[in-house]
C-alpha cells in the first residue's frame, strides 16, 4: 500500500487525493489510516477487505 493514493471522500463527493498522516502506531506506509488533502476527512483503508474484493471467485469456492 502506498502512503498516498486516490480516493472516494465521502464529504468532498468524489474522488480525492488522499495521504498517510503521520501513523503512531508504528504502521509507516503499511497504516490504514488515509486523510483526503483538500478537506482533511479522516478515511480509513482495510488492506484485508479490498484483498478479498479483488478475489470473490475464491469467496465463492471455500
Known sequence: M????YLHCPTCADVRLAEAPPCADGHGYD????ACTDC???L?????ITR??????ARRAA
Open 44 to 48: 480509513f483503508v482495510d488492506p484485508l
Open 31 to 34: 497504516c490504514p489510516e488515509r
Open 52 to 57: 478479498e474484493r479483488l478475489r470473490p471467485a
Open 2 to 5: 502506498h502512503a498516498e493514493q
Open 40 to 42: 482533511g476527512t479522516a
